[in-house]
């Protein structure tokens, strides 16, 4: 079965680690089963051996707490980028709502900016057609000989005296009407 490829700088670094550790326990067991007392320094290599195995052990341990650091950063950057992607995706969703509601909100503007312009036009129109009513009006009483009811020589009707009709002065502060007590609807 083939090896993994290392993903991550870290993971290469880890791997040669792990192959120098399996290199020295290699020379160790190697060096352990071709050893014999030939040497007048045995104590010495055996000391040398004793203390390659706690190196070795040692590295072990730091190698599995390394791949556990390494592996507990993955699983959080890999968390990170599944929440990013959601937030992604909904600030995608905001974005076409808000262009969705833009869209409608222009359309309604449009339409009331028509409906506008249509009763302006309706509205120039009737003026139009006023205007050539009155014409014609006055066109037939002149025609008749009466007197134009539109020529801007309005009678004045006299002021009528408030004491006359019977109305008093109604005093201020008696019949106001007091706003908090009614109610409006829309």
Known sequence: MARSVPRTRADVVIRMKQ??????????????????????????????????????????????????????????????TKKIERMKEKRQQARESHLKCHHKMQARIQEAEDTIQEQHLIIEALVGEKASLLQTIQGLQEDNGALAPFDDEWEEEPEEDPEEEGLEEIPLGEGEILRDRMSFTL
């Open 19 to 80: 192959i120098a550790l399996d290199n020295q326990s290699r020379t160790i067991r190697r060096l352990t089963a071709n050893w014999q007392p030939r040497d007048e320094n045995i104590d010495r290599r055996i000391s040398q051996l004793v203390e390659a195995k706690k190196e070795h052990k040692t590295d072990q341990v730091a190698l599995a707490a390394s791949h556990k650091t390494i592996v507990g950063l993955t699983v959080i950057g890999l968390c990170m």
